[in-house]
């Protein structure tokens, strides 16, 4: 009867208690307020960003029920980046980042997560090195997009100041004169700074500057550097002197296969296990061939010539000539990429003809050249012509190929298919910026677009390839 007794005593407690409680939380006067987040700007869960193009979101914020005060936390990579409702990021780094916002109310959370690439806009494009009224270097680039990205809007224009807006408070300094690119890296020369300046190829920041301060002569006006894992090049400096680099060890060297100075012209190629590099010497009227393996020359074969010019197209190697008695009388001269057959010490000559020139050329050492070995043209320049010559023929242009309307032609390029050509025009005349670069149907020489006062002048374009 007593067990009975606490029994029916501790019941009545707990109606007692339960009658007590107040439920306010669904039919209260105090309802839970749902939160939601919408971000137009994600359309995916993972979204690509270029490399310095901040990433802003501005979510919109809905609850349902009563608006009550909220906080926001926007996490990247698991760590606290900002409390404010949008977000603003720079997108400094190459690489993907996590990113979640968390919205609080007094009745609970809510989380929106997404993930962003960072890429780098420097993957592939034009490079255009230029110079102002006082030296003063720069560099621009205009990124290649695909035939789908362009379908959807979007339009290659050349971002200037790169090198500045990647590096700040560094500059290229004056006269800069050459690009070229090894591997991940991209190299830039300046004869005014007596510099050669290492960009990491993704995202152009400053990696490493060679100077060569006890070598008065490190005036650097060309770099045959290969895209390959060689260990050493050649340097063409200014007045002709050649020095080598040692790009594993930044160091830069005396050459002591040549002492006589060399016009201000080279060529180079490479294959697998050797880069062979071209120099004319004046003085004895001889081409030089410099490798790591073999160095031979034209020897006597340009006795009582003049050079017009000389390139190599990948496989072999040209020099186009004239009579220092007789000018009109040019000539072309074909070598294997050695001049002289390695073994036997011969002249490696595979094919001398005199060419046809209806009247007189415009080639000469001091023309922009640029070799399409696709459509076996050499692309030259001088003042506001471009002329184009089939080099496997015997016919030699005297009308141009293409005339630009304004200014003078300072550099050329090709793209990495050959399709297209890119001039360089520098245009004294014009107001603000006075650099211009026009595209060029390589095959028939039609204007395609002109990229007009988008930089000083033309120094060196330079087709960045993947």
């Not at 004056?174 to 991940?184: A, C, E, G, S």
């Not at 016919?395 to 090709?414: H, K, N, R």
Request: glycine share 6%.
């Amino acid at each position: 009867m007593k067990i009975l007794s606490n029994y029916i005593i501790t019941v009545l407690l707990s109606l007692s208690l339960f009658s007590c409680y107040k439920d306010d939380s669904s039919v209260g006067t105090n309802p839970i307020t749902e939160l939601s987040i919408n971000m137009k700007e994600i359309t995916e869960p993972i979204i690509n960003q270029e490399k310095n193009e901040s990433l802003v979101i501005d979510p919109v914020i809905t609850q349902k029920g009563s608006d009550k005060p909220v906080t926001y936390e926007w996490e990247i990579n698991y760590e606290l980046f900002s409390t404010e409702k949008k977000l603003v990021y720079s997108c400094s780094k190459l690489g993907t980042y996590n990113i979640r916002l968390k919205v609080t109310n007094e009745d609970g959370s809510t989380f929106k997560s997404f993930k962003v690439n960072v890429n780098s806009p420097y993957e592939e494009g034009l490079m255009l090195l230029s110079e102002d009224e006082q030296g003063e270097g720069s560099l621009s680039f205009m990124r290649k997009y695909t035939a789908a990205e362009i379908a959807a809007g979007k339009t290659e224009t050349f971002a200037g100041n790169v090198f500045g807006i990647n590096n700040p408070g560094e500059k290229l300094g004056k006269f800069p004169t050459d690009i070229v690119k090894r591997q991940k890296q991209v190299f830039i020369s300046s004869r005014g700074e007596k510099k050669i300046y290492y960009l990491n190829d993704k995202t152009f920041e400053l990696e490493a500057v060679i100077t060569a301060p006890d070598i008065p002569d490190f005036k650097p006006i060309a770099m045959n550097v290969p895209d390959a894992a060689f260990r050493t090049s050649t340097i063409l400096c200014e007045g002709g002197k050649l020095l080598n680099l040692a790009l594993l060890e930044n160091l830069v060297m005396t050459h002591t296969k040549y002492n006589t100075p060399v016009i201000s012209k080279t060529d180079f190629g490479s294959n697998i296990n050797d880069c062979f590099n071209y120099y004319w010497d004046p003085v004895n009227s001889k081409m030089l061939q410099y490798s790591a393996y073999y160095t031979t020359s034209s020897l006597t074969a340009f006795e009582g010539q003049e050079l017009l010019n000389f390139f190599y197209d990948g496989t072999l190697f040209y020099v186009v000539t004239k009579s220092k008695t007789n000018p009109s009388v040019i000539s072309k001269t074909v070598f294997s990429k050695y001049i002289q057959n390695p073994s036997t010490k011969k002249l490696d000559i595979l094919q001398q003809a005199q060419l046809n020139v209806d009247g007189s050329t415009e080639l000469e050492p001091s023309c922009i050249t640029k070799v399409n070995a696709s459509f076996k043209k050499l692309i030259y320049a001088k003042g506001n012509n471009v002329y184009s010559w089939f080099y496997t023929g015997t016919e030699m242009p005297t009308t141009p190929f293409i005339s630009v309307d304004e200014g003078v032609v300072t550099a050329l390029e090709q793209s990495a298919d050959g399709n297209l050509l890119y001039v360089g025009v520098y245009n004294a005349a014009a107001s603000g910026m006075k650099g211009s670069v026009y595209v060029y149907n390589m095959d028939n020489g039609a204007l395609i677009k002109k990229h007009t006062g988008i930089s000083n002048k033309p120094v060196k374009l330079f087709y960045k390839k993947k």
